[in-house]
């Protein structure tokens, strides 16, 4: 997984090399700089793509802008899309941002072609997922079918497995289910709006149900949660934020556990949630 992640010009963090095993844990006082590198980690491996737009004054050192971030993140392995990739690496000069792709040397890779640098592509990213749960416990966003986040990215996996045949019925017998329940409602208007379309067009006009993709369906599944024996069910956004990073959790060992692939946990964890009188 991540071998290494090293860090300049980054907040408070001037130059910083930090060697990662399996599990890690950065334990130390108030403003020395542990939020910053789970901050550094998540633009680089995160659920969206770092632009220009991603940083602000407060990120260069000093806030110095002639103090050019770069943020590096090395694999202990290659990438099974591009066997020549190690590692993802980011930079900001204050003006131009670029994501690369690296080798295990820390060099970029370029195409054999032109010599042109690889930049992180979607395929890449994908095969090292992030779960970023920060100080602000926004476990929320995790649990959204976003195309980021590894609730979307899980479903979509899934939704790729089912049959052909079985999307084909699915959609068979919503269309059978709108045309005998709901399209007589709406007759009159359609008749109307064709009368009047007709006349002013010459052209026929049908109001046809355009069939959701079983995928938009399926995005649309929210986890709902209930207390034993059973009680009112609450969506999980309005539950605590302990349940959300519970259920964030959960979601990111199901993405692990089906999806098999790479998966990196960030979690801050506040002081206040360590303390014993917290």
């Not at 995160?46 to 050019?68: C, I, L, M, P, Q």
């Not at 000069?93 to 032109?114: K, W």
Request: with cysteine; glycine share 6%; aromatic share 8%.
């Amino acid at each position: 997984m991540i071998e290494k992640i090293i860090i300049e010009n980054f907040r408070s963090i001037k130059s910083q090399e930090i060697k990662l095993g399996h599990i890690n844990a950065f334990v130390g006082p108030n403003n020395a700089g542990k939020s910053n590198i789970m901050k550094a980690l998540n633009l680089v491996l995160g659920d969206t793509y770092a632009s220009v737009r991603s940083f602000d004054e407060k990120d260069f050192y000093n806030y110095d802008k002639s103090n050019h971030i770069k943020i590096e993140v090395r694999f202990d392995s290659p990438l099974t899309c591009n066997s020549n990739v190690y590692g993802f690496r980011l930079t900001f000069d204050g003006a131009e941002c670029d994501y690369l792709a690296v080798d295990s040397d820390g060099n970029a890779v370029t195409y054999p072609s032109s010599r042109r640098d690889v930049k992180v592509s979607n395929e890449m990213k994908e095969e090292v997922a992030l779960m970023y749960l920060g100080l602000e416990r926004q476990a929320s966003h995790q649990i959204r079918a976003t195309q980021w986040t590894l609730y979307g990215k899980l479903l979509r996996h899934i939704e790729k497995g089912i049959d052909d045949l079985k999307k084909q019925n699915f959609k068979s017998s919503i269309e059978n289910s709108y045309n005998s329940a709901i399209h007589p409602d709406l007759q009159q208007m359609e008749d109307i709006l064709k009368t009047h379309v007709k006349n002013q067009t010459g052209l026929d006009l049908h109001l046809r149900l355009s069939v959701m993709d079983p995928i938009e369906t399926i995005k649309n599944l929210r986890p709902y949660l209930q207390e034993a024996p059973p009680s009112k069910e609450f969506d999980a956004e309005d539950m605590g934020a302990g349940t959300q990073s519970a259920l964030a959790i959960a979601i990111a060992r199901a993405y692990a556990e089906i999806i098999r692939q790479p998966l990196v946990m960030a979690i801050e964890e506040p002081e206040l949630y360590l303390h014993p009188h917290g």
